[in-house]
């Protein structure tokens, strides 16, 4: 297996190889290389000078061009015209579904979205996202590979706005939003609800396990004893809260006195290196505890 | 400092007291017990026979009767007039204000909700819900309790159904049973979008954090970038899902394919395990890679 970069841009390729080059020791030094060095690994990327050197004899290509309808119809054609009949041709889209860039091309069958979460090379859930002309086969080759490289495919039956984790993600910042704009509670009040609440439990159950454990007799109780509180709860919670204005001000505010801006590639290099560890440690829990 | 334990029923606080006894040996093996040992903490425990004499002296009463309100307004009544005048009276009322069974007492400057989340020893986030009536005095002496008990008060200005915690789940739920219910994506899917998706970055920022990052200009840009995809995927979201019938019917099969029933308290063990591990590594974090 071996990684071909190509980007409109050297610099950027470039750019991206540096960025795997910085990051492989990091990785191996939490032990989340599956036993491999990052010297041997490091060698397994190249940068290519044209994309159909870069997509010769590929069996998956993942595109990550701007996400407007026009760029990802003339990359996806471009892209059809140059792959092998049985390459995969994966878009990073992360709301645009790929019926809306791929439904003319010759093609199509092979066509799929693979929507990965940010950072994606340690966050494992991917979303897959099949158009309607998707072939089954695209679909399962497009997992194979994913889990090969260590992705959690997330495999949707059809295609919907948002997908699954833009979706969750907007529900509850909705209500974050919400909650904050009309003063209920602070800015880092959320995050703390949050990180010291909520996604403990959800970091290594997600929501469905999380409310079957909550009540004596599964998920049916659980929902039994508090559809009327939810029911109470949803019919205050409809609309879409104001996101701008005077809360976005507030929010802003808010992090800009914790993270002024000229920090912010520092913090998010922070953010890395907490997500690599909290990977090393979901791995040895999984060991140790079972998963 | 000291916990005494009453109950209606001595079994109940016999039973509570074992479940502590249990628990400190674990947390003392992770590391978190702040250096004092189980042995040491665990004789600070007792059971008492009446509630006059558990909140003799107590500068803090945590109440956690059922949530129904007559019971409430009845146990507060009897509190109210068993504690000395300093005495905090907090319930764990998980959506209940106390304003709903407070109003009528002579001390109902100092009752107030904190609601922990299940399982509370473990997880640090507690609501404090002031009622219009509890003094400020009274939900600061209430955040320095909990924080001196190793909780992190979420602080609300004033009162509203479901608080913080319930409100932000309920949001994401009623989106999980809506893609689950119409078909989008199995059940697993949904916890694995989580627990290997957005938890990960959540279980340490917190949502507003994780999407301060997720722009190059922070927080601003992320919002004048997406604002207009949420408002597609808002616009879709409205209403409660259905969380009855069929959808439930799949879900309940799901879970109990994937845990019996006479495995759930052997489960809610595990998870236990899996939180106090995570609330070590997260120390550990803390220091060795910064919060």
């Not at 939490?30 to 010769?56: P, Q, W």
């Not at 407007?68 to 054609?77: G, H, L, V």
């Amino acid at each position: 297996m071996s990684v071909a970069i190509w980007s409109r841009r050297e610099a950027t390729s470039r750019a991206a190889l540096e960025f795997v080059r910085q990051c492989l020791p990091l990785l191996e030094a939490e032990g989340l290389l599956g036993g491999r060095s990052a010297a041997e690994l490091s060698d397994l990327v190249e940068v290519c000078s044209s994309l159909e050197s870069a997509v010769k004899g590929a069996s998956y290509v993942q595109e990550n061009y701007p996400e407007d309808m026009e760029t990802k119809r003339a990359i996806y054609a471009t892209l059809d015209a140059a792959c092998a009949p049985e390459t995969i041709i994966a878009s990073s889209a992360s709301a645009l579904p790929a019926s809306a860039f791929t439904e003319a091309l010759a093609g199509r069958g092979r066509c799929i979205v693979a929507h990965p979460v940010n950072p994606p090379y340690l966050i494992p859930a991917t979303e897959v996202v099949p158009a309607p002309w998707t072939t089954q086969e695209s679909v399962k080759k497009t997992c194979e590979i994913l889990s090969d490289a260590g992705q959690v495919p997330v495999v949707m039956s059809r295609e919907i706005d948002g997908f699954v984790v833009n979706r969750l993600q907007g529900a509850l910042l909705n209500e974050a939003f919400r909650l904050v704009g009309e003063g209920y509670v602070g800015i880092e009040d959320i995050d703390v609800a949050i990180k010291n609440g909520l996604a403990l439990r959800w970091s290594f159950m997600g929501p469905f396990e999380t409310i079957d454990l909550n009540a004596p007799g599964g998920v049916r109780d659980y929902v039994s004893r508090y559809d009327g509180l939810y029911n109470n709860l949803l019919s205050q919670m409809q609309g879409k809260s104001q996101w701008l204005g005077d809360v976005l001000d507030r929010i802003e505010a808010s992090r800009r006195a914790q993270l002024p801006l000229d920090a912010h590639v520092e913090r998010q290099a922070w953010r890395d290196r907490r997500l690599m560890a909290l990977a090393a440690h979901k791995m040895e829990d999984d060991e140790r505890i079972g998963r």
